[in-house]
């Protein structure tokens, strides 16, 4: 796992131009639409690219893969290309494997990671109050063309991150990017839902 708590973050599984100022999300009824179309959601099973640019790195890292979300919290990212890995974050526990390497984590012992795993977690799950608890909310568009951007509540949080703008159309997460304080961005595209 990097130094940064992305790999956690786009476990994102299953989660601008043209569209109206954001409004507060106190006062969107649009957002509790959406939240109420996404909680609709059990499975999702789609394809990913994802693009981290990092000031410590001359070229941007690329990767590609699986994404799996089932209801209401269990999160797989395959990470397919350049190099096989496998996140799977299910009831707290995040478990990594590349290769023979496996590590076993508890969330619990890593409460810096919370907010990023619950603004997809609960952006999937339609979970409003656990968006803000962690983070501003602020909600832009239509249900057909929907903007998230959350902003860290937490000093902790927000010493290292920016901000985390997800997009999105209905029910379907199309983009998640993360901007951190130090410059370091990333983008993870999803793709259409992958059959079985």
């Keep these: ?9 786009v476990l994102a599984l299953l989660l601008g131009q043209g569209v109206p100022a954001a409004a507060t999300a106190a006062s969107s009824p649009a957002l509790d639409e959406l939240m109420q179309l996404l909680a609709q959601r059990r499975h999702g099973h789609v394809s990913f690219t994802e693009v981290q640019k990092l000031a410590m790195l001359d070229q941007p890292l690329h990767s590609s893969g699986e994404l799996l979300y089932d209801a209401p919290d269990r999160l797989e990212k395959r990470t397919l290309q350049p190099k096989p890995e496998d996140l799977v974050l299910e009831h707290g526990t995040l478990i990594m494997q590349r290769g023979s390497r496996h590590r076993v984590l508890s969330l619990r012992d890593y409460p810096q ?3 990023f795993v619950e603004s997809i977690r609960a952006t ?3 979970d409003r109050g656990a968006l803000e608890q962690y983070f501003v909310v602020q909600f832009s568009g239509s249900l057909a063309s929907w903007t998230l951007e959350l902003t860290p509540r937490y000093a902790a949080v927000a010493r290292s991150v920016e901000r985390v703008r997800i997009d999105g159309e209905r029910d379907v997460i199309r983009t998640v990017q993360i901007r951190q304080h130090d410059g370091d961005l990333s983008l993870l595209t999803i793709g259409p839902e992958l059959r079985p």
Excluded: E, I, T, W
């Excluded at 796992?1 to 973050?9: E, F, K, N, T």
């Design 124 to 126: 999937l799950a339609g």
């Design 113 to 115: 990671a919370v907010p």
């Design 1 to 9: 796992m990097s130094r940064h708590p992305v790999p956690v973050l």
